[in-house]
């Protein structure tokens, strides 16, 4: 179903059936289909077709605003797997001492979020020691 929902969104996005499908690079009878077996499901009409194209009904925009949340979450989480599927980790723990966080730490992590997004940073205070023990423990989990 979450696809039938990311493809209605792509045709409320176009204002057709036959753009989104375009889009979508599908047939626009398989598009219509797919529309007409969502609104089957939900129980009731969500688009109204017109002339110039289709409107979103009062129904379609309750459920893009419940549903809106539901996708992006589930698309980040799919693009996180495939990430780690070709060995990206999307979370980088960073070891750090307070005195040196200010004057070095602060500017490369400003860095290092305008070049990577998406990155995942978590920030642990810790002494030398502790830092060494941290990697010496994670050598030894892999």
Do not use: W
Request: proline share 5%; aromatic share 2%; glycine share 4%.
């Amino acid at each position: 179903m979450l696809d039938r929902i990311s493809a209605l969104f792509t045709v409320l996005e176009e204002g057709s059936v036959n753009r989104a499908a375009v889009m979508l690079r599908i047939t626009q009878p398989a598009l219509s289909r797919q529309m007409k077996s969502l609104e089957n499901d939900i129980g009731g009409k969500l688009l109204e077709r017109e002339t110039s194209g289709v409107k979103p009904t009062g129904l379609c925009h309750s459920l893009v605003k419940s549903m809106k949340p539901v996708i992006s979450s589930y698309e980040a989480a799919i693009a996180d797997i495939r990430r780690e599927a070709r060995g990206m980790k999307s979370e980088l723990r960073v070891g750090y001492l307070i005195s040196a966080a200010q004057p070095l730490l602060t500017p490369a992590l400003a860095d290092l979020r305008e070049s990577h997004p998406n990155l995942k940073l978590k920030l642990h205070d810790m002494s030398p020691k502790e830092q060494i023990d941290a990697l010496s423990n994670y050598r030894r989990e892999k």
